[in-house]
Nanobody
Framework: QVQLVESGGGVVQAGGSLRLSCAASGRTKSRYTMGWFRQAPGKEREFVAGISWNGGNTLYADSVKGRFTISRDNAKNTVYLQMNSLKPEDAAVYYC?????????????????WGQGTQVTVSS
């Protein structure tokens, strides 16, 4: 079992930046990939970014490539999502996810552990 807690959400103006964090606890000695997903009102949950267990491989949605960066610090059991050049369409609840696999995937059903989410609001 892995427990995930997100933080760092908030309100930012378009063009601004935010950094989300996700702290993992529990079975953190095992190798697990982590991902960020988001869900806006009335829309399905969508993949944002993922990172392999050792940070060597990353995966991004086309909509965030070049603007968002995912990273992890295994010593702190924490994954980060640096979000730059934010757009109003980036506004959503952002969820951290984890699974005991080596490589990230963009499919939500492949992740077995989820955080409660953190709200990101982007004002235009």
């Amino acid at each position: 079992q892995v427990q995930l807690v997100e933080s760092g959400g908030g309100v930012v103006q378009a063009g601004g930046s935010l950094r989300l964090s996700c702290a993992a606890s529990g079975r953190t000695k095992s190798r697990y990939t982590m991902g960020w997903f988001r869900q806006a009102p009335g829309k399905e949950r969508e993949f944002v970014a993922g990172i392999s267990w050792n940070g060597g491989n990353t995966l991004y949605a086309d909509s965030v490539k070049g603007r968002f960066t995912i990273s992890r610090d295994n010593a702190k059991n924490t994954v980060y999502l640096q979000m730059n050049s934010l757009k109003p369409e980036d506004a959503a609840v952002y969820y951290c996810a984890a699974d005991f696999r080596l490589m990230p995937v963009a499919v939500a059903t492949e992740y077995n552990y989820w955080g409660q989410g953190t709200q990101v609001t982007v004002s235009s």
